[in-house]
């Protein structure tokens, strides 16, 4: 199915640096979702989004919903190695429940 | 809050056999729950959309009769693998959402290995 463009594919940073990846689609989402996966478990939700132009954060996290409704970011704030890990946008339709997911950011986070 | 586990966590079964994969929400009800499989370094691809006492909805290409999903009540969703084949080694992950929020909480994973 349809996924969301998603970048960087990876980032290889420094620890206290600060981190930003995206997600753009093509079409417009309701909702935004933002993610993020260590190895061998689950997602774990980390900021959910569900105004255009909605500014949210969580301790060291912000993301925002873009104003067009067709894209989202995450900000990550001196980071620290236990950052590390796969982080996924996630989208929702208006009229769906299924959530569309993009590609991933591989982050690593070097002390 | 938003709990939701799988059990279990890792199986390793034999070519033919089934496999019974479990998905609970546990502080939360679930009139949703969806079925994700990964492949190593890539995302999440949506398997099919289980709703408590109905059939579930199957993503194209996913075979209904392989990937039988049984919703039984507000906190539990199963997923059997039926006669299993090594290609259908991956990682299935649930997840489920609360009432009618946009948020989904994800289990921890399963990791199945067809031998």
């Known amino acids: 199915g349809q996924q969301l463009n998603q970048s960087p594919q990876s980032m290889f940073i420094q620890e206290g640096e600060d981190v930003s990846m995206n997600c753009t689609s093509s079409s417009i989402f309701n909702t935004w979702l933002w993610y993020k996966q260590d190895p061998g478990e689950g997602p774990v939700l980390l900021i959910a989004?569900?105004?255009?132009?909605e500014l949210t954060s969580n301790g060291r996290l912000t993301a925002q919903f873009g104003i067009t409704r067709k894209d989202s970011f995450l900000n990550i704030s001196a980071s620290i190695p236990s950052d590390v890990g796969i982080y996924f946008c996630a989208g929702r339709r208006a009229g769906s429940e299924k959530l569309v997911f993009g590609k991933g950011t591989k982050l690593t986070v070097n002390p | 809050g938003a709990v939701v586990s799988q059990h279990p966590s890792w199986v390793i079964c034999k070519s033919g056999t089934s496999v019974k994969i479990e998905c609970r929400s546990l502080?939360?009800?679930?009139?949703?729950m969806f079925w994700y499989r990964q492949f190593p370094k890539q995302s999440l691809m949506l398997m099919a959309t289980s709703n408590e006492g109905s059939k579930a909805t199957y993503e194209q290409g996913v075979e209904k009769d392989k990937f039988l999903i049984n919703h039984a009540s507000l906190t539990l969703s199963t997923l059997t693998v039926t006669s299993a084949h090594p290609e259908d080694s991956s990682f299935y992950i649930c997840?489920?959402?609360?009432?009618?929020?946009?948020?989904?909480?994800f289990g921890p994973g399963t990791r199945l290995t067809v031998t």
């Open positions: 997840s489920a959402r609360p009432g009618e929020s946009d948020e989904q909480y």
């Open positions: 502080d939360f009800q679930a009139t949703t």
């Open positions: 989004l569900y105004k255009a132009g």
